[in-house]
T-cell receptor
Framework: GAVVSQHPSWVICKSGTSVKIECRSL??????MFWYRQFPKQSLMLMAT?????????EQGVEKDKFLINHASLTLSTLTVTSAHPEDSSFYIC????????????FGPGTRLLVL | LAKTTQPISMDSYEGQEVNITCSHNNIATNDYITWYQQFPSQGPRFIIQ???TKVTNEVASLFIPADRKSSTLSLPRVSLSDTAVYYC?????????????FGSGTRLLVRP
């Protein structure tokens, strides 16, 4: 299957700082990328959908000013957690899909964020 | 999107065949069914996808009856490394993007 990478794999930051997470599709062009959050022992929760060159669509209850998403190219999307707080500590996972609607989503390895 | 229901957990032993059934009573005509596997602290990994009847790949088989209101993921001869959470999802193509809404999944524990 296709390869999706995330960077960093884990990050620890102080409360109030901003953290950027990168998601890259390494061997295909991703017209759509998705960002999920997963708390321990829970399922993945979709945060937002981003299409290349357009604004992200956020799920209900997800603050767009808190979680800034940029999908500047067909291989890169970034999620910036602004003014992070301890409750933002979670496992953030991105996925990428190509042009065909039925195409499989390929997931990145995830980024563990710990806000102190 | 059609809601999916699957067992919260299952136990098995090495070498056995494991069948995980998922119900999706409200599946629509254009929806298709996808299964993912997730290990702790990793992103989900695609297992198999199908629309109807039977699909088989090198990892698993997916059985979908004619009414498509349920599907069964079959893992032949599981090993300890198959211990993971398995998610059944109904996917609805919408224009050029589509969402995956994850349910609670099934935690499979394979014992020696």
């Amino acid at each position: 299957g296709a390869v999706v990478s995330q960077h960093p794999s884990w990050v620890i930051c102080k409360s109030g700082t901003s953290v950027k997470i990168e998601c890259r599709s390494l061997d295909f062009q991703a017209t759509t990328m998705f960002w999920y959050r997963q708390f321990p022992k829970q399922s993945l929760m979709l945060m937002a959908t981003s299409n290349e060159g357009s604004k992200a669509t956020y799920e209900q209850g997800v603050e767009k000013d808190k979680f800034l998403i940029n999908h500047a190219s067909l291989t890169l999307s970034t999620l910036t957690v602004t003014s992070a707080h301890p409750e933002d500590s979670s496992f953030y996972i991105c996925s990428a899909a190509g042009r065909v609607p039925q195409e499989t989503q390929y997931f990145g390895p995830g980024t563990r964020l710990l806000v102190l | 999107l059609a809601k999916t229901t699957q067992p919260i957990s299952m136990d098995s032993y090495e070498g056995q065949e494991v069948n995980i059934t998922c119900s999706h009573n409200n599946i629509a005509t254009n929806d298709y069914i996808t299964w993912y596997q997730q290990f702790p602290s990793q992103g989900p990994r695609f297992i198999i996808q199908g629309y109807k009847t039977k699909v088989t790949n090198e990892v698993a088989s997916l059985f979908i009856p004619a009414d498509r209101k349920s599907s069964t993921l079959s893992l032949p001869r599981v090993s300890l490394s198959d211990t993971a959470v398995y998610y059944c999802l109904v996917v609805r193509p919408m224009d050029s993007s589509y969402k995956l809404i994850f349910g609670s999944g099934t935690r499979l524990l394979v014992r020696p």
